[in-house]
């Protein structure tokens, strides 16, 4: 059940791979156990009872209304719920077998572990080597040799090497929108991560750039864990193995997971009406 | 129609007379001060009570008074403003109050700052007449403009930066020194100007702090006569010192220009070196 064949000529820029597509790609292993999650904003539940596995290696998609918590769910993965003043998590979050939400767990640590991306991408105002340099100095990384050697490779990944290794000193404010947000997915390679959180990376960027992107995530398959939040259904139903869809129950204008599944299924099979209606469009 | 152009006519004639002012006002300090102006009277100690000879020991003691008002009001201020930005909710309770007793502060006149500074600086703490004391009250006045422009600079940093350097498991600390401090650092140069050009222009406070010994000061504990003191006694009390006045208020003016362009080159190259804000 495996499809790995180059379907593009491979861009010899990139330096992870082949671009794969489609779901499924390999027997499901579980990274991170989510199990009866619900997260609090004051006294206002903003998700309830939400229980799914994340698959190793895997390209997971979470699609489904503004305001049904995809943004929330992904915070309480890298413990960003933290720095939210008064949010409350109750539930299990298993990851590598610990609990994310042990209190004396290393958060910095789990950062690293598990990156992050923004919908809107955030360069430092830093040159384009600092921006990556400074979290790996701070992970305590600080030879030059070393560094230098990491900001390539990662570069290389992103496919923005060939464009930006005559200007590593200029700004990074100065790269265009979607070079912006491949250097974020850069950084956040550069630490060595085992998952990236991605928040609609896609969705501040201008079609070609955000294609480009998008055939990024896909080579990260296989090498990464991916959990994507994507308003765009197609673009879920491209790249994902595994899709999640989140509903508001209308009473407590709370979150929910409705139904978790192969992308495939999700897409094409729906157990749920409401995820019928979402997918094909008619609600939402 | 008619209500635009009267706008447009208003607008215009408002900016004429400002910038009418000040041009008058400068020019009126150039053409009598700089005739004056020589490298002799910036090195010479004042003779007669100032109407001849120069104000050289009188800039050593504006510029060690200013060197030790800054010394200490900086640190202190970066670091009241780190905690009120960084480290207290907006509307905490050590927060408010922190920044109601700044805003009373900065409102009190510089007089009451002297009386104070002579209080406890000359005679509780026993620092007597001398530029320490001075200095010290000095940095107690500007406090409050270099805290509220600190804060303001720090909490304009976009959160942004915050959340996207926790996501990469920086510390706070680190993502203080290595980003939102050196993010901040024009408006942090442009509070230090300010409270320079306040702390410079400051007669009132040195009067009754730092005196009016016009002598060579031999330490920070000496007495010294600040330029605006100096101003200050050659027009009121000093018949004939009227030029050197001039050339001395000449004087304060180029300093402050100096200090504010070394400052701004200095905040360039460390920007530079650090951060990279444009192309
Ligand atoms: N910091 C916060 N404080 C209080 N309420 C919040 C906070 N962040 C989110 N919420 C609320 O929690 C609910 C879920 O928000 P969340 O951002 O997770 O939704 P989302 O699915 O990501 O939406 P979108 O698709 O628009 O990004 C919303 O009702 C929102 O108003
Ligand atoms: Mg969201």
Redesign the pocket.
């Given at each position: 059940m495996k499809l790995n064949g180059p379907v593009k000529p491979m861009n010899e820029t990139y330096t992870l791979g082949p671009l794969q597509i489609g779901p499924p790609c390999c027997d499901p292993e579980p990274l991170i156990r989510v199990d009866n999650l619900s997260l609090y904003?004051?006294v206002?539940p903003?998700?309830e009872n939400v229980s799914l596995d994340i698959y190793k290696g895997c390209i997971t998609a979470l699609i489904?209304?503004?305001?049904?918590?995809?943004?929330?769910?992904l915070?309480v993965l890298n413990r960003m719920t933290d720095m939210?003043p008064d949010?409350r998590v109750s539930g299990k979050v298993h990851f590598n077998g610990r609990d994310l939400r042990d209190l004396a767990l290393d958060v910095q640590g789990l950062r690293r572990d598990i990156g992050m991306i923004f919908?809107k991408p955030v360069p430092f105002p830093l040159s384009i080597r600092r921006n990556i340099e400074l979290p790996l100095r701070e992970h305590g990384i600080s030879k030059q040799a070393e560094l230098n050697d990491v900001i390539q490779q990662v570069l290389q990944d992103v496919g923005l090497w060939v464009e930006v290794k005559d200007r590593l000193e200029s700004s990074a404010l100065a790269l265009s929108g979607g070079q912006q947000q491949r250097l974020c997915i850069a950084r956040a390679l550069a630490l060595k991560p085992k998952v990236l959180l991605m928040?609609?990376p896609c969705s501040a960027l201008d079609p070609i750039s955000s294609g480009v992107v998008e055939d990024l995530i896909q080579r990260l398959r296989g090498k990464y864990t991916v959990v994507i939040?994507t308003?765009n259904l197609a673009q879920a139903r491209r790249i994902a193995n595994y899709a999640g869809f989140?509903w508001i129950r209308d009473q407590q204008?709370a979150?929910c997971l409705i139904e978790f599944g192969q992308c495939k299924q999700i897409f094409e099979a729906p157990a749920h009406e409401l995820t019928a209606a979402y997918v094909n469009g008619s609600r939402g | 129609m008619f209500k635009n152009v009267l706008t447009t006519v208003l607008i215009w004639l408002t900016a004429l007379i400002v910038s009418g002012v000040f041009v008058w006002l400068l020019s009126d300090i150039v053409i009598h001060g700089l005739p004056r102006l020589s490298w002799a009277f910036l090195a010479e100690a004042p003779k007669n009570a100032g109407r001849s000879g120069g104000i050289g020991p009188i800039i050593i003691s504006t510029l060690s008074i200013l060197l030790v008002a800054m010394v200490t009001a900086t640190p202190l201020s970066l670091a009241t403003a780190v905690l009120l930005s960084e480290f207290t909710e907006n509307d905490s309770v050590i927060g408010r109050l922190v920044r109601r007793s700044l805003d009373v502060l900065a409102g009190v006149p510089s007089i009451v700052f002297g009386l104070f500074g002579n209080a406890f600086f000359c005679i509780y703490l026993g620092l007597g007449f001398s530029i320490l004391s001075g200095g010290l009250t000095l940095a107690c006045m500007v406090l409050p403009i270099l805290i509220r422009t600190a804060e303001e600079g720090l909490q304009a940093t976009p959160d942004d930066y915050r959340l996207a350097a926790a996501a990469l498991g920086m510390s706070r600390s680190a993502t203080l020194v290595h980003l939102l401090l050196p993010s901040a650092a024009p408006a942090l140069i442009a509070g230090l100007m300010l409270g320079v050009g306040r702390a410079v222009a400051e007669t009132a406070a040195l009067i009754f702090t730092s005196g009016y010994v016009d002598r060579m000061p031999d330490s920070l504990l000496d007495s010294g006569r600040a330029l605006s003191v100096h101003i200050y006694d050659l027009s009121m009390n000093v018949a004939g010192g009227d030029t050197n006045a001039y050339s001395s208020a000449l004087m304060l003016i180029l300093l402050l220009l100096i200090i504010n362009s070394i400052a701004m080159s200095l905040a360039k190259q460390w920007l530079h070196r650090d951060i990279v804000l444009y192309e």
């Open positions: 904003y004051g206002k903003a998700l489904g209304p503004s305001g049904c918590g995809k943004t929330s769910f915070s939210i949010c919908q928040d609609e939040v308003h989140f204008r979150g | -």
